[in-house]
């Protein structure tokens, strides 16, 4: 086993350690236990710093790749099936080493500052252990090395995502949050699961080089709109992951759940799992369902961003801008931009949670008070929470310098090429929505700021709120409790709060990613991630078409090679012992070394995408730019110099206002087509349940019943009354015979004379005649 | 008449016949245990006269040996059974054979 996956395998179970000791001894424990949670998510950053370290900066190389694996399930030789085996194991990639470090990172930081934030909770230690075990199971998503077990850790991330939201369990809305994030989630893995079950009914095998192996050797017998329907399934996990539309609408609910746990969970880490998961599944996915992948993204990104111009929840705005940024990622996958999405997801996390972490910063110095509406000013009492959302809006905006705009112009400039590849048309409309919704996202943005730091503070303005008392129930900032009056408390926030601020803002400059502030492909980042070459569509044109052995002969080959050189008597050795071995692993090895970028632009349809998208490139910069700085200026326009009132346009395009405000209704039209719809459907299936199902059972026991009656009255009147009518006349012969025995013995004198006498007359009468 | 000057087979025959209707006639008509023995030893003795008659007329003993036999398991049969009969009264107090049922029940 290869160090670095015992390395992994530590980091992975670390995370675990901190769950199982804190949720079993937390209240034993000194502070709860916090210390535990913080020490174990540093020793697991540093160790992935390690990893991180080896595979990046040490080895620099783009098809990097150490993996294990053993087999869990032995099946053995199902018959009709062949051999099945079920395998797990660890496959570490530049990728990986990426995501380890990020997760980690973000995951220790989010620890430290809720050691600030959630200070003083009753529920402070199983706060830490719910940590955890996010953590592990995040890690365990992105060490998979097979679509099985990342489905586990899918699910165990669906679970603890679950736990975090509903935290403040008291609270209805929250309790209500939790159940839509599990629901919403749960749709997404069933048609996960369904598209896993497509590749493993082809390959019956899990594991991503197997099933990728199978399919460049053409092996898959079904017909290329299976291929895509398996590949549209697996993104429906991603849809419901990555808060995408049409299953979006959890995301901006799950914003009940801790602030620290919304920058961890609701926007670096675990949404952006669902785009790493496509990565993943990246090079088996057809043209099509890449189409179908860049519309849904290119409409989440535009539909969260004009949602979230109107929110005045600080962290709502935060959460649909979010969506939007997921819709990039997502987006820039469906338009083949690869490196640039994950990019994009690297470079979001952090800023994100940086803007999450800030706002949860200013919510707690504001005493729980989240709407941006009664905020304002906050930029004199609070100049490091200030500067870093600063720095972060402005990475999320896209201004040049940050390295948001690094990852997100690499996008908007591949979404370019892909339309001009693809021929225009409707397939514009993809960058059209990406720089609008830069645009919106500018704008929104540069709304947030003004209205929370800048101006007087509105504190006093707001209405007063007649359920003031359970505004704060929930929860148990005990100290901050009775005093709303925020102007007075306004404070900077402690150091352990602070430093992942600080930390988070300067992974948002550039030059962390790439040495050209202007262009995110001349940095390490997308020269160790490059485009995979796919194994399906354009450049398999005949998959489908092949009959399902013919990769054998190929194996034959290599597995007949021993035998020929036995017989030209010239083996040398070392050949003998590895021509086994390559036989077993040669198709594997070959299309994983087309797979990970040794051919990676064998694909032509992809080489014309990044090359598009490369000539796009300065074409991308110049729009975005324009659109930021629009999005901006009309921010300042709007908001700081007040030359447009927003109030008085809200009123003036009101329909337009009230649709943004109320979030597309989503919610209303879900409610009124789909929890409707299964609200009557179940009720026509309770009436179908009462009337036929049971009617059915009460018609067959009713019948039964009445041939047990009649059946009754047989054994009543025909077997008893056999039974008594031998009783019967038993006891009637007894009765006659019992006559006869008088106990006089003239009487039996009597009757012996008659017998002697009958005896007699038949005698005679014999002699006779 | 000339019939009666010489005493037959028949004779012998009919007084036994007699002889046996009597006995029968006590036997089942008497109540007293008793009378019903006497009725017996008539029986018995019916049948001895049978058993001499042929025996004359045979020119064989066998009818006279059996007949000393039946008189001396006459004889035992009236010690037995008049102990019986004594052992009767000890318990009922009574010799009415109609009043002795208790086998009945």
């Known amino acids: ?24 001894f937390n209240r034993r424990l000194p502070r709860r236990g916090d210390f535990i949670g913080v020490g174990i998510l540093g020793t697991a950053f540093a160790l992935s710093a390690y990893i991180f370290w080896t595979v990046i900066v040490q080895s620099y190389d783009p098809a990097f790749r150490v993996a294990w694996d053993f087999t869990w399930i032995d099946l053995g030789n199902v018959p009709g099936v062949g051999p099945l085996q079920v395998k797990m194991g660890i496959v570490i990639d530049n990728l990986t080493a990426i995501m380890l470090a990020m997760v980690t990172l973000i995951s220790l930081l989010v620890h430290l500052y809720s050691t600030g934030y959630m200070a003083g909770d009753k529920n402070y230690g199983r706060y830490f252990a719910y940590l955890g075990i996010f953590t592990f199971s995040m890690l365990g998503i992105v060490l998979s090395d097979n679509l099985f077990s990342i489905y586990i850790f899918w699910e165990l991330v669906g679970l603890s995502s679950y736990l975090l939201i509903g935290f403040f369990f008291e609270k209805d809305s929250a309790a209500d949050a939790q159940k839509k994030a599990f629901l919403a989630n749960r749709v997404g893995d069933i048609g996960m699961w369904l598209g896993i079950l497509i590749l493993y009914s082809q390959f019956h095998t899990f594991s991503f080089s197997e099933v990728y192996a199978n399919l460049a050797a053409g092996k898959f017998a079904l017909s290329n709109a299976w291929l895509t329907a398996a590949g549209i399934l697996l993104f429906m996990g991603c849809v419901g992951k990555s808060a995408q539309f049409p299953l979006h609408i959890w995301l901006p609910d799950a914003m009940e759940g801790p602030t620290p746990v919304s920058a961890l969970i609701h926007a670096a880490t675990m949404v952006a799992a669902g785009v790493y998961f496509v990565a993943r599944i990246f090079v088996m996915l057809t043209p099509d369902a890449l189409h179908v992948i860049a519309f849904i993204g290119a409409f989440t990104a535009f539909m969260a961003a004009t949602i979230a111009i109107t929110q005045n929840d600080i962290k709502r705005v935060l959460a649909y801008s979010t969506v939007s940024q997921l819709g990039y990622m997502v987006l820039g996958l469906g338009v083949g931009a690869y490196s640039a999405a994950l990019f994009h997801l690297v470079t979001h996390a952090f800023f994100k949670a940086c803007l999450f972490l800030g706002s949860g910063a200013i919510i707690h110095a504001m005493h729980h008070e989240q709407d941006m509406r009664w905020m304002g000013g906050l930029r004199k009492h609070m100049p490091w929470t200030f500067a870093t959302f600063t720095l972060a809006t402005l990475a999320l905006a896209g201004l040049p310098l940050t390295s948001g705009f690094l990852s997100k112009d690499a996008i908007l400039a591949g979404a370019i090429g892909f339309a001009n590849v693809e021929g225009g048309g409707i397939y514009y409309l993809i960058p059209v929505l990406g720089f609008f919704s830069a645009m919106l996202t500018a704008f929104y943005m540069g709304r947030q700021i003004w209205l929370v730091f800048f101006g007087e503070s509105r504190t006093h303005l707001k209405p007063a709120d007649p359920h003031h008392g359970d505004h704060h129930a929930h929860d148990s900032h005990a100290a901050h409790g009775d005093d709303h009056h925020a102007e007075h408390g306004v404070h900077e926030v402690s150091w352990n709060m602070r430093a992942p601020l600080v930390i988070l803002a300067a992974l948002s400059v550039f030059f962390v990613y790439s040495p050209d502030p202007l262009d995110g492909a001349k940095g390490w980042f997308m020269k160790m991630i490059p485009t995979p070459a796919t194994v399906v569509g354009a450049a398999n044109p005949q998959i489908g078409s092949l009959p399902a052995g013919s990769v054998l002969p190929q194996l034959a080959a290599v597995g007949a090679l021993p035998e020929t050189h036995t017989a030209e008597g010239a083996v040398a050795p070392a050949e003998h012992g590895a021509a086994p071995a390559a036989a077993e692993h040669g198709a594997a090895a070959a299309s994983h070394g087309e797979a990970k970028g040794g051919h990676a632009y064998s694909d032509p349809r992809q080489a014309e995408i990044v090359h598009a998208g490369h000539a796009a490139h300065y074409t991308a910069i110049y729009i975005s730019s324009v659109m930021v700085v629009l999005g901006i200026g009309l921010a300042f326009v709007v908001y700081v110099f007040g030359i447009i009132d927003p109030a008085k346009t809200a009123v003036a395009i009101r329909p337009l206002y009230l649709f943004s405000l109320n979030k597309w209704y989503w919610d209303e039209i879900y409610q009124a087509t789909f929890i ?52 019967f006349s038993v006891n009637t012969t007894g009765a006659v015979l019992r006559k006869l025995q008088t106990g006089k013995v003239q009487t039996y004198v009597v009757m012996l004379l008659v017998a002697v006498f009958g005896y007699f007359i038949y005698y005679f009468t014999r002699l006779i005649y | 008449m000339e019939q009666l000057a010489t005493i037959g087979l028949n004779h012998y025959l009919t007084i036994s016949a007699i002889l046996l209707c009597l006995g029968l006639f006590a036997v089942m008509t008497r109540k007293n245990a008793i009378v019903i023995l006497m009725g017996v030893e008539l029986i018995l003795n019916a049948a001895n006269i049978n058993f001499l008659a042929f025996s004359k007329y045979n020119g064989s003993m066998q009818g006279v040996m059996f007949s000393l036999f039946v008189i001396v398991l006459a004889a035992a049969e009236a010690a037995i059974a008049l102990a019986i009969v004594i052992n009767i009264f000890k318990i009922f107090k009574s010799v009415d054979v109609s009043s002795i049922d208790s086998l009945k029940e």
């Open chain 1, 1 to 24: 086993m290869h160090s670095l996956i015992q390395l992994s395998i530590v980091v992975l179970l670390l995370p675990l350690l901190s769950f199982v000791t804190l949720i079993f």
């Open chain 1, 676 to 727: 409707k719809g299964s609200v009557v459907l179940s009720k026509l299936l309770s009436w179908f349940d009462t009337n036929v199902v049971d009617g059915i059972v009460n018609g067959v026991a009713t019948l039964v019943r009445k041939f047990a009656f009649a059946n009754a009255g047989f054994d009543k009147y025909v077997v008893d009354g056999l039974v008594n009518f031998t009783a």
